[in-house]
């Protein structure tokens, strides 16, 4: 039975859209950025310009995510016949690849500072991180409802929320200088960014992985699925079972069906699919069936 996929090949207006918002929200980070460095440099904040470079990986990260948008969109050709969907899960990859790559680069900074702590401009801190509060917030806004359906949008989204996190735990750093002149404050600040990025990073690209690796969806019971398939009637046994993720929400399911001499094969066909849409949610399968005669010896279950 022939399996049938429709592709939009044309965005709609919701999809253009979301370009706009994407693109509005790289213009005032990378603003935000410049502004952050140079107060930075001014000032003499290490947290002020951690903050930056923070929020310039999330300018990047955007820019990424925008791409990868539009390269999903393409149909599937010759060269990539299962579309270009995963260009946005290759997108994350890279994102939070960058992003512990830069908090431990800040880790060791701040390490440095805590020994060697410099005299920092308390009031430039505060006000310029009270500004990229204000614009963190406004571009988390801009791609929040993005990152509903988008495992790349919903980095880019928790990136930006970390950012604002990190501006407040900057204003109250800066605070602290103006009020009792705690240089130490600063680098402990940048630590704590740090460690931040990276408990987000970890927790981010695990899923990421499991995407890449083509590993089975973790909202899904394959012992279950395999035990409800092998119930049904004329279905003798499964092998060769193969379940993972195309793209970030379309999982594939493939195995071997062992089924009764007396079965009628389309109609046990037409049944497991049924069964693994209606049940788990796996549109697209590929069953190949065979009879105890005909079926592979010595096969595992699940793999190959």
């Known amino acids: 039975m022939p399996h049938d996929h429709s592709h939009h090949h ?7 859209e979301g370009d706009r918002r994407v693109g509005a929200a790289i213009a005032v980070n990378i603003a935000l950025t410049l502004v952050q460095i140079v107060a930075g440099v001014i000032s003499g904040s290490l947290a002020l310009i951690a903050d930056a470079i923070h ?22 050709d010759k060269a990539m016949t299962y579309g270009y ?45 009270g500004v990229a509060l204000v614009i963190d917030t406004i571009t988390a806004a801009l791609i929040f409802r993005l990152s509903h359906n988008s495992m790349n949008m919903r980095a880019a989204f928790l990136h930006n929320l970390a950012d604002a996190l990190g501006s407040v735990a900057v204003i109250v750093a800066g605070t602290l200088i103006l009020l009792y002149d705690w240089r130490l404050i600063d680098p402990i600040v940048t630590l704590f960014i740090s460690a931040y990025i990276l408990w987000h990073s970890y927790h981010g690209i695990r899923p990421v992985i499991r995407v890449l690796m083509l590993a089975a969806p ?12 092998e119930d049904r009637d004329g279905v003798e046994s499964l092998h060769h079972v193969h379940l993972w993720r195309m793209q970030e929400h379309e999982p594939a399911f493939e195995a071997h069906v062992v089924i009764a001499e007396n079965a009628d094969p389309e109609a046990v066909r037409r049944d497991l699919k049924s069964l693994l849409d209606r049940r788990f949610g796996v549109s697209h399968c590929l069953l190949e069936l065979e009879t105890r005669a005909t079926s592979c010896h010595d096969s595992p279950q699940i793999g190959h």
């Not at 044309?10 to 253009?16: A, E, Q, R």
């Not at 999330?58 to 969109?73: E, G, K, M, P, Q």
């Not at 900074?109 to 430039?124: C, K």
């Open 10 to 16: 044309h965005p709609d207006p919701s999809m253009i």
């Open 55 to 76: 929020n310039l990986s999330d300018a990047l990260s955007l820019v990424i995510a925008f791409y990868a948008r539009r390269i999903a969109r393409r149909p599937a």
């Open 85 to 129: 969907g995963r260009a946005e899960v290759v997108a994350a990859l890279i994102n939070y690849t960058t992003l512990i790559v830069i908090a431990l680069y800040l880790a060791t900074q701040g390490i440095e500072r805590l020994f060697n702590p410099v005299e920092i401009t308390g009031w430039i801190v505060v006000t310029v991180a």
């Open 218 to 229: 973790e909202d899904t019971d394959l012992p279950e699925l395999i035990a409800a398939l």
